[in-house]
């Protein structure tokens, strides 16, 4: 007598205690292997789109920092650098190379935030997460010398920042930057030839250069992939041209690539670093932009290489104080749809680590 | 007077677990703190010593909360059936030997009975708590209480079999199943003697009570909390304390059936029961730096583990002990030294054939 089977439907969320947030996974197992997944988001939806369109254009600015809550700089320099295309304003030369350091200590504090949750989710029982923390919490420290806040920092204004770095934060970055590199080979060296982490990684959740492509997603996801397209290069903002930096890549496109490609930008961060913190020039940090932005008639999308990916804003101004229409291109989102590709036939395990490697944010996916 | 006796040593081990179990709980949090870069508790008493009791009194106060679609007896009974065999095990656990000792002498082995099968009774005990896990799994009436309790029984299965073909190398080198009388062919710690069968049981060991890198039971990351999920109150400290009276149970084999036991090191000193205790809290260390230092393995890595590296190790360790035996060789110093050159050679070349997934990709 054949025994009756059925597969069980299991959720992995809201409240499970893996999921980076509140993000539900419905999955079908078939014993231990998964055959379906259904992503539920929407549960951190607080409608920042629409919110945009009651507030002035530098009100909205707060609001960026509260998306991806991981990297809010990013964010704010997002949304500013698409407030200036549409107004056409542009920030003195000295805001510009301040940004691209908040940019890149923040893709660093981002991507160690990123590695150390994966590898939890790994069940390396918080090791790997606190000696994270470690430099973070040095990162959080330079951010909270800059603009008083370690979390939502709201520093950037339409057409430069809201003030200039105190004199003490320019030798205790210069600090970081020295010692950096000597931390993230240590996280390397534990981690990189650990056997269980290559058992665990190597040729899973595997995202092929197609369908990185199809999917459109960006980042270390599709960097992971194989694809050389960092935005950084391919379409510079601020001053990036003007930087040295290499783009990794990985081959397969499986989640120990993607790790490696954070680990290896988080290098490449501190290379950009060095050469600002060389160059930044003395001169004003905000030009003269009224605080009443008027943008002429017409739409506009402007986006940057967040940490996670292709973080874009795009907004209509009918004149008005407000934009007429802000949508956001979340790259956690874009990220995310490729997720059931991933995962089908593979593990529950491997299913709650390729989610922790893709890098999600929930106040970004859902905004 | 016999039943004055067991009178006493039931309440000698009953307070032995007890308090090493507490002691086991704060270490674990402390030490791995350290690892961590983190102090650990250590604000509830002096050093954050009265910790676990602030604990115990918490989950003491918690409600017992049964699901209402559960099977209620079942899952009353569940945390007893898991409990119960860990404590068991300490019957036949010699404290320590017959004969003088630091500070006083005994006319009969410290045990509450020294089983002349003391081995295959622990063997048999331990296997026991697994059924409670599938009774939680099953009662609970969750699914990740159900998935936690079938990685349960393919866990336990799997890795008991290495676990006594490495112990079976012991009885051989010893000749005696009783515990008492394999501390007392350890002038040389069989540690050394048998290097690769303390490998294997170790590594066996901790899977069986479900310590990382093995805690598949427990990967909170994907089945929240696995066949306890559900528990609460006491119930959940049953399990909780039981888990740690495991790693008790097994700190204390491998101290007796690899370590010495209650003897020092090559008799350099008197038998105690305090080398005993070293020993265990040593092993415990090393349980510890493991879960502290490594991720998880997968479901099907671990299994692919015990069936196909750690059972053909444990053939190997078997052949290898049993041929010294029958040969010359006997079990010397000339055995340690050729069992370790070997342990290391099979290890390294055996872990090289096994899944090594080579290649940095990024550039």
Redesign the interface.
């Known amino acids: 007598m054949a025994l009756r089977t059925e597969p069980?439907v299991?959720n992995m969320g809201p409240q499970?205690?893996?999921t980076h947030g509140v993000f539900r996974m419905r999955v079908t197992?078939d014993?231990?292997v998964i055959t379906d997944l259904e992503p539920v988001m929407g549960y951190l939806h607080r409608g920042v789109e629409k919110l945009a369109e009651a507030r002035t254009y530098t009100q909205f600015i707060p609001l960026t920092d509260r998306m991806d809550y991981l990297s809010s700089m990013s964010n704010n320099l997002a949304y500013v650098l698409a407030v200036e295309k549409l107004a056409g304003v542009e920030a003195p030369p000295r805001a510009q190379y301040l940004r691209v350091i908040m940019a890149e200590m923040m893709r660093i504090s981002n991507h160690l935030m990123a590695v150390g949750t994966f590898?939890?989710?790994?069940?390396?029982?918080?090791?790997p997460l606190?000696?994270m923390f470690?430099e973070r919490e040095k990162l959080l420290d330079l951010f909270e010398m800059v603009c008083g806040q370690r979390l939502t920092y709201n520093y950037m204004r339409i057409g430069g920042l809201s003030h200039d770095i105190p004199p003490e934060f320019l030798p205790a970055l210069k600090k970081f930057v020295r010692d950096m590199p000597g931390f993230v080979d240590e996280y390397d060296q534990l981690i990189?030839e650990?056997?269980?982490?290559?058992?665990?990684t190597?040729?899973v959740g595997v995202l092929p250069r197609a369908l990185a492509i199809n999917a459109s997603a960006s980042g270390p996801v599709l960097r992971?992939s194989g694809v050389k397209w960092d935005l950084r290069k391919t379409d510079p903002y601020l001053v990036y041209d003007k930087l040295e930096f290499d783009v990794?890549?990985?081959?397969?496109g499986d989640i120990?690539?993607r790790y490696?490609?954070r680990?290896?930008e988080m290098r490449q961060s501190v290379r950009i670093l060095e050469q600002a913190i060389e160059r930044l020039p003395p001169g004003e940090v905000r030009s003269d932009v009224p605080h009443l932005v008027h943008p002429p008639r017409g739409e506009v999308y402007g986006h940057i290489e967040a940490p996670k990916g292709e973080l874009g804003f795009y907004l209509v101004s009918d004149t008005g104080i407000a934009p007429y229409r802000c949508h956001i291109r979340p790259p956690s989102l874009i990220n995310l749809t490729a997720l059931r590709d991933m995962v089908l036939g593979m593990?529950?395990?491997?299913a709650?680590i390729t989610l922790g490697s893709i890098d999600i944010v929930l106040g970004e996916v859902d905004r | 007077m016999d039943w004055l006796r067991w009178i006493i040593f039931v309440v000698i081990i009953l307070a032995f677990a007890l308090s090493f179990v507490m002691a086991f709980i704060l270490l674990e949090r402390r030490i791995v703190g350290k690892f961590q870069l983190r102090p650990g508790p250590n604000r509830v008493g002096p050093m954050g010593m009265l910790q676990p009791v602030a604990d115990a009194v918490k989950i003491l106060l918690k409600e017992d909360i049964t699901p209402a679609k559960g099977d209620r007896w079942v899952h009353r009974l569940a945390p007893i059936v898991a409990f119960a065999p860990a404590l068991l095990v300490f019957a036949v656990v010699p404290f320590q030997g017959k004969g003088p000792g630091l500070g006083f002498s005994l006319d009969q082995p410290a045990a509450l009975a020294d089983l002349n099968v003391g081995v295959l009774y622990i063997v048999a005990v331990s296997s026991i708590s697994v059924i409670g896990m599938i009774m939680a799994g099953w009662a609970s009436n969750n699914k990740y209480s159900l998935l936690g309790a079938m990685r349960a029984i393919a866990q336990m299965v799997s890795y008991e079999v290495p676990l006594v073909l490495s112990i079976v190398g012991i009885v051989i080198a010893s000749g005696s199943l009783s515990l008492n009388s394999i501390v007392e062919a350890q002038s040389i710690p069989f540690i050394l003697l048998q290097p690769l069968g303390f490998l294997i049981y170790f590594l066996g060991a901790t899977a069986e009570i479900n310590r990382a890198p093995f805690d598949l039971l427990e990967a909170e990351s994907e089945i929240v909390a696995s066949y306890h999920t559900e528990y609460s109150g006491m119930r959940f400290a049953m399990f909780f304390l039981g888990e740690y009276a495991y790693a008790l149970g097994v700190s204390a084999i491998v101290s007796v059936l690899f370590l010495g036991g209650y003897k020092f090191p090559f008799g350099l000193l008197p038998q105690s029961f305090i080398w005993f205790l070293a020993k265990i809290f040593l092993v415990f260390f090393l349980m510890l730096w493991v879960r502290s230092t490594l991720p998880r393995v997968r479901i099907d890595q671990m299994m692919a583990f015990a069936w196909k590296f750690l059972l053909p190790l444990s053939l190997v360790n078997l052949l290898l002990v049993a041929a010294e035996g029958v040969s010359t060789i006997g079990f010397g110093w000339a055995a340690v030294g050729i069992n370790v050159i070997l342990a290391i050679a099979f290890v390294v070349i055996w872990a090289n054939r096994f899944y090594r997934v080579k290649g940095v990709t990024v550039g």
Not at chain 1, 194 to 200: C, F, K, Q
Request: a negative charge; charged letters at 30%.
């Open positions: 069980i299991v499970h205690p893996a197992l014993g231990e590898l939890d989710d790994m069940g390396a029982f918080h090791t606190l000696y470690r990189r650990n056997e269980i982490v290559l058992a665990r190597r040729g992971g990794p890549t990985g081959a397969v120990y690539d490696r490609v680990i290896e593990k529950i395990a491997d709650i």
